[in-house]
């Protein structure tokens, strides 16, 4: 996705600067061997190298995400030192907190306007999980130090209009966009060719297939759901849930679904491979804990949506995506998470798609080029602050 509006804002007369890391969030990204220093779709791409080992345990990865911190600072003083100089600096929120501060910090080394990326709220969403406990002190900082990072950006954007009313009751931003993200683009020159032999193969069943992908999280609540796929594995065969994806949960998951015929398991794939798997099924599924809506926003929707599947959504029925889901009939909202209520909603799911399959799917593109737009129409009023051109040159775009 960054690639794709860091191509956008190229077009449109900005010059991109792209600050990272080699490969290495999943395993299968480590098999990649990309250049650490290349030229992207006219973007300058610059790649810090990847700790030896970093994805092997749950504390390597840790340790690489907080040691990503210091040195994107120690890099943007060395620049400065050396006379580079950028007009924005742009950062999203992973990891929590510092990510934000070291982008605030960054920007205020070159004397940049600052854009921070909110993907999700934290420490709120930490917090709304039960893994910081809000009155304690480490909280305390954490959010004073985020809510100092919001109030100070330049321009700060949200993914969904319930994030937006989340930042606002807790201190309005300078300036705050919504701009939710988009389907995603298969660049296959970013990982390495996958092996025909492991693609996934065309289904040619009877079943009701309902999919779940992406990241197997805590913030899921699919455990609900394999329990209820427990209860409907005798009175509905036809209907199978597929988990595509790695994540924390994973382990629990298979646990939970020990025995039962109608769930399976799907290693992560790439990008190319799991389209694939998606445009196959007959549902995509999205579930969230309650109230997650106001932290985050599940963009696995829209893949679903461009392909033309249509989605089962376990949300607050008075979420933003709940709304969206009824008014444009793109799916179904089940009424509520319990394991009965689940039960009833797997079914009636099944039942319609059944009766409706050669019908065709609803298809409901959400549209790129109309985000790409906004992100363009966002930038060019920063610009417009920082230049008298109406151009930034450099952009350091989300180190």
């Not at 690489?64 to 620049?79: S, T």
């Not at 100070?152 to 949200?158: E, F, K, N, R």
């Not at 790695?246 to 491979?273: I, M, W």
């Not at 599940?298 to 599947?309: A, C, I, Q, R």
């Amino acid at each position: 996705m960054l690639r794709s509006i860091g191509r956008a804002l190229v077009e449109a007369g900005h010059e991109v600067t792209i600050w990272t890391e080699d490969p290495c969030y999943k395993l299968s990204d480590r098999a990649q061997t990309v250049s650490r220093r290349e030229i992207l779709d006219g973007m300058i791409v610059e790649r810090l190298a990847k700790l030896p080992d970093s994805v092997a345990t749950d504390i390597m990865r840790l340790a690489d995400k907080l040691l990503f911190v210091p040195r994107l600072m120690l890099k943007a003083i060395i620049q400065r030192t050396r006379g580079v100089n950028y007009d924005l600096v742009w950062t999203a929120t992973i990891p929590p907190v510092l990510q934000g501060w070291a982008g605030r910090k960054i920007a205020k080394i070159f004397g940049a306007r600052f854009l921070y990326h909110c993907q999700d709220l934290y420490p709120e969403l930490a917090a709304h999980m039960g893994f910081w406990r809000k009155g304690a002190l480490f909280y305390r900082i954490m959010a004073s130090i985020e809510g100092r990072t919001r109030r100070c950006a330049d321009l700060l954007v949200t993914l969904s209009d319930d994030m937006a009313a989340t930042v606002c009751a807790l201190g309005a931003p300078r300036r705050l966009a919504v701009i939710n993200n988009f389907p995603l683009e298969d660049f296959l020159d970013c990982r390495p060719v996958a092996n025909p032999s492991s693609a996934p193969a065309l289904r040619g069943d009877d079943k009701v297939q309902l999919i779940f992908a992406g990241n197997l999280g805590l913030f899921q609540g699919l455990e609900a759901v394999v329990d209820a796929m427990r209860l409907v594995e005798t009175e509905c065969p036809e209907l199978e849930l597929v988990l595509l994806g790695e994540g924390k949960a994973l382990p629990s998951l298979e646990k939970r679904a020990s025995g039962l015929s109608n769930v399976r398991f799907e290693p992560h794939r790439p990008y190319g491979e799991a389209r694939r798997l998606i445009a196959n099924a007959d549902v995509g599924l999205v579930s969230l804990e309650p109230g997650i809506q106001r932290y985050a926003f599940p963009s696995k929707t829209l893949t679903y949506l461009e392909l033309g599947v249509p989605v089962l959504a376990i949300v607050d029925p008075d979420s933003e995506l709940a709304r969206m889901i009824t008014c444009e009939e793109l799916g179904w909202v089940s009424p509520g998470r319990d394991s009965g209520m689940l039960r009833q909603a797997l079914l009636a799911v099944a039942d319609e798609v059944a009766r409706t399959r050669n019908r065709g799917k609803p298809v409901s593109v959400p549209n790129r080029e109309e985000a790409l737009d906004r992100w363009k129409q966002e930038l060019m009023i920063e610009a417009s602050a920082a230049r008298p051109s109406g151009n930034f040159g450099p952009l350091a775009v989300r180190p």
